[in-house]
């Protein structure tokens, strides 16, 4: 059974602070995924990677940085957070070629 | 850039009744269209997948259909139940490629 968990299931973070978000799979995937979910909007990359130590932006990678130092891990960074990163924050991975995407249980984080 | 619009954004059905809703991708170069489910307060989950070499794919009561041609694929849920109300997400990926693109979500209510 696939487990993608992410560190926080809420958090509540003040404007400029730096904010870590944490993700580990434990199967193995290559890739990993960070999506931000906003009503209306559905699922917005944010940043993937497909190997250790390599990254790709995806659809909205600004405000964000991400790190990548061992396979089962993968940080989504906030340099500065500010009021319109508050969202829901959705890890996932998957492995080799098209397949199954699975989700972590998803941080909440409202900056304030 | 690619993109996957996805219709209707709200739907609401009587119980019993069917549940289809519709996306369209843009990128000519995707090949594998899965669908999630998302129950309130929980992480997507793949219900049902469908690749390019195949029309049309059945589980039970679910159904996709692919028409490659007009670039669109289609979520059919027949004798829908109140568990069958969530958000559900339709998503594309290019061949050769992980980089997956989601709708944007379609709110799905079963009135008992």
């Known amino acids: 059974d696939v487990k993608v968990t992410q560190s926080s299931r809420y958090l509540v973070k003040r404007t400029g602070e730096k904010v870590f978000l944490e993700c580990v799979q434990d199967m193995d995937h290559e890739n990993m995924f960070w999506y931000r979910q906003d009503p209306g909007l559905g699922l917005r990359l944010i940043y993937f990677?497909?190997?250790?130590?390599?990254?790709e932006k995806g659809d909205i990678p600004e405000g964000y940085s991400v790190s990548r130092e061992k396979k089962e891990r993968f940080s989504l960074i906030l340099e500065s957070a500010s009021t319109n990163q508050t969202s829901m924050y959705l890890c996932?991975?998957?492995?080799?070629?098209?397949?199954?995407?699975?989700f972590g249980q998803g941080t909440r984080l409202t900056v304030v | 850039g690619e993109n996957v619009e996805q219709h209707p954004s709200t739907l609401s059905v009587q119980e019993g009744d069917s549940a289809v809703i519709k996306c369209t991708y843009s990128?000519?170069?995707?090949?594998?269209f899965p669908w999630y489910k998302q129950e309130l307060g929980k992480r997507p989950q793949l219900i049902i997948d469908?690749?390019?070499?195949?029309g049309e794919k059945k589980d039970q009561r679910i159904a996709v259909t692919l028409n490659k041609t007009a670039k669109h694929f289609s979520l059919h849920i027949t004798e829908t139940q109140p568990e069958d109300s969530a958000v559900y997400f339709c998503?594309?990926?290019?061949?050769?490629?992980?980089?997956?693109?989601f709708g944007a979500g379609t709110r799905l209510f079963v009135k008992a």
């Open positions: 996932a991975s998957s492995g080799p070629g098209n397949t199954e995407a699975f």
């Open positions: 990677s497909y190997d250790v130590k390599m990254k």
């Open positions: 469908i690749r390019s070499n195949v």
């Open positions: 998503a594309a990926i290019r061949g050769g490629g992980f980089k997956t693109i």
């Open positions: 990128d000519s170069a995707s090949n594998y």
